[in-house]
């Protein structure tokens, strides 16, 4: 688990990185944590030396992540399968080209 603390980010507080399953956890100054799956360490490395951590995060994290527990079921843009948050790790490995997962639930106000 990696952390980084932004002492001058006008939005973004902390942010933790679970490499081994791939989830960003972000504290925003409104205190409401937030939880992205499926994040490559290079995004995390993104966020790390970004000069906006929020703008970063809002241009380069949530358009691609989902957060678990607002979420019902994902589905690949690319080939339209479709699984629950808990199986993301395994489909990641499994369905053999890279996805890019929505849904249509509300992720972030």
Known sequence: MEEI???NSTQV???VYTPEVRTLDVWFKSGVPYRYLDVPAERFEGLRTAESPGSYLAR???PFHMFPDLCLKLECMGCHKVIQPEDLALARDSFGHPHAWHTGCM???
Do not use: G, S, Y
């Open 107 to 109: 992720v972030n106000p």
């Open 60 to 62: 380069n994290v949530r």
């Open 5 to 7: 603390l932004f002492e």
């Open 13 to 15: 507080v902390k942010a």
